[in-house]
């Protein structure tokens, strides 16, 4: 399934080549927002997405797809799981191309996100305009913490299936960043983080400080 007919194409020039056309039922050129499923299906299979589920549909067509997988069936991947930390922007990342040192510090603050065939069952979604919605990710008082320099960025790390993962720095698809837009924060802050999912979801993160803190509220 794909909206645009060049991939269509191309899965079929692959298929052909390993000997598996014969295994593919029917292809479907079109918005997946919109396909008519015949049935419910044992495993769905989805790569619509870029890091942190940013840019691409995967939460929106997860939020599909996802209620016509049978029971017991999978989803694949089986989990992307979106998670913050705050780290030093310089030691995370190094001038080009040198690696990450695996032992730079960072404060991690958890998960942000984690999209399951299940995940999105509790979730609200809160329309802010006509086309686009917004998910209360998480909520982090962010506490004491021991980094200068710091900012506050998203990994993600992908499980494809059972044992079977993408970790951290292991593909673009799990590289880190800085969360964009966030501007300055300190050790008693909250951050609240939302994922807004319209055509082009990203996540945003508003900083509240303390009232009586003397600084001010962003
Ligand atoms: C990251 S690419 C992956 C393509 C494929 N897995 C491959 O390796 O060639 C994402 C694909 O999703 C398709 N796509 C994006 N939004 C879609 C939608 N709403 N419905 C169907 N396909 C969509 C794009 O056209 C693109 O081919």
Redesign the pocket.
Known sequence: ????ED?IR?VARVAESCGLAPYIRRAHLG???GFEPDGKYHILVM??LQRALEK??QVA?TRVLAPHIAAGGFLIPEEVRVYAYIGNVDEHFPPKKAPRPADVPRHHLGDVFSLTKDSLGDVTFEEIVPGAERIRARTIEVGEFAVTDYMMMLGTDITLFGEYKIEEGESGLTEPFVLHNMGPFAAGDTVEIDYILDNFPIFEAKVRRPAGSGLISR
């Open positions: 399934m794909d909206i645009f991939s191309s918005d997946a927002a790569e619509v691409e549909p067509l």
